[in-house]
Nanobody, 125 residues
Framework: QVQLVESGGGLVQAGGSLRLSCAAS????????MAWFRRGPGKEREFVAA????????YYADSVKGRFTVSRDNAQNTLYLQMNSLKPEDTAVYYC??????????????????WGQGTQVTVSS
């Protein structure tokens, strides 16, 4: 089992940047396929980005491609999401999630077993 705790959210102006972190408990973090999802106000939860266990492969939603970068530090049991050129439509609660392995439908939230509590990101125009 793994516990996930997000941090780094906040209020930022459009065009600004934030870096989210997700700290994982336990010694098996490196075995998990990790992802970020978000839920905007009045919206369904949506996939943002994912990264393989060794960080050799990263996957992004079209809406964030070129602006967001997902990374991980297995030695520090931490997942990151660097968010640049933020837009008001990026406003959401951001969640990190852990899956037991890679699935081709990695953007389906049902593929993930463990979830953090979320961190709020608000982008003002």
């Amino acid at each position: 089992q793994v516990q996930l705790v997000e941090s780094g959210g906040g209020l930022v102006q459009a065009g600004g940047s934030l870096r989210l972190s997700c700290a994982a408990s336990g010694r098996t973090f490196s075995r998990y396929f990790m992802a970020w999802f978000r839920r905007g106000p009045g919206k369904e939860r949506e996939f943002v980005a994912a990264i393989s266990t060794s960080a050799s492969n990263a996957y992004y939603a079209d809406s964030v491609k070129g602006r967001f970068t997902v990374s991980r530090d297995n030695a520090q049991n931490t997942l990151y999401l660097q968010m640049n050129s933020l837009k008001p439509e990026d406003t959401a609660v951001y969640y990190c999630a852990a899956g037991i392995r890679y699935y081709s439908d990695y953007d389906d939230s049902r593929r993930y077993v463990y979830w953090g509590q979320g961190t709020q990101v608000t982008v003002s125009s």
